[in-house]
């Protein structure tokens, strides 16, 4: 009798531990999840920030008539920069193109390498990528290339407008520009390569979801991309004007 005892109260604290670890892995995976989900929605919170301020800007900002032409708009909140001319680069970020419907659910992306000007060793620096025409968007739906190879790429004009002797509708897919210590120009950026987010992707969405699907806008934006899209349709709905 007092060994079935024994017996069933070792099995009942054998449950018990099981269940509190269970219990303890699941929350903590919860906990994990929720942290990486916000720190891929903080990130579309904060591209439409970086987008919102530099538009804010009355002359050190993207031309009107460059953000109106542009087929995608991609946004990299905090490139890291390692070095003056050489050393580490890299960046996530996020970008939405123009759809029937209006502005696409946000697709995140990496970049990384390359040879970036107007370096400042170490610090931080915000990117913004314009893709200029169908070409260049077709190299951005491949979800991986390389600028200056796969897809031409320059610095872009700044200014509340373009001027009429510029030849920025010529010139590159991709034009670019940068923000460091609040100082607003046009990026030379070549050799670095654009590639999907795909732990990004499925943080935000649940699943994987391919470029095109999202870039194409072939899936809802979910309510977390709002902050970059509606931003991003206010400044280009003024810019169209």
């Not at 942290?35 to 002359?59: C, N, W, Y």
């Not at 031409?152 to 210590?181: C, E, F, I, N």
Request: charged share 20%.
């Amino acid at each position: 009798m007092m060994r079935n005892l024994l017996v069933l109260l070792l099995l009942g604290c054998f449950l018990t531990c099981f269940q509190t670890t269970t219990l303890s892995a699941n929350t903590q995976d919860d906990t994990k999840a929720a942290e990486v989900h916000t720190k891929a929605s903080g990130r579309v919170a904060s591209a439409g920030t970086v987008l919102d301020e530099i538009q804010a800007a009355p002359d050190q900002r993207i031309p009107e008539e460059v953000l109106a032409s542009a087929e995608c708009v991609a946004v990299v909140p905090s490139l890291l920069n390692g070095g003056f001319v050489v050393g580490g680069r890299y960046g996530k970020g996020v970008a939405s193109c123009r759809t029937e419907k209006g502005w696409s659910a946000p697709a995140f992306f990496v970049i990384g390498g390359g040879s970036f000007g107007l370096q400042i060793g170490g610090q931080a620096t915000d990117l913004i990528m314009l893709i200029m025409n169908k070409n260049g968007m077709d190299h951005l739906l491949s979800s991986q290339f390389k600028l200056g190879a796969d897809a031409s790429a320059a610095a872009g004009p700044v200014g509340r407008h373009a001027a009429a002797d510029t030849d920025w509708k010529m010139r590159a897919q991709v034009l670019t520009y940068s923000r460091s210590r609040g100082l607003f120009a046009g990026l030379e950026l070549s050799g670095a390569v654009i590639k999907q987010d795909k732990n990004s992707t499925r943080e935000f969405y649940g699943r994987m979801v391919p470029f095109k699907t999202s870039l194409k806008g072939e899936i809802e934006a979910p309510k977390a991309a709002y902050p970059f899209l509606s931003t991003l349709a206010k400044w280009a709905q003024q810019a169209a004007k």
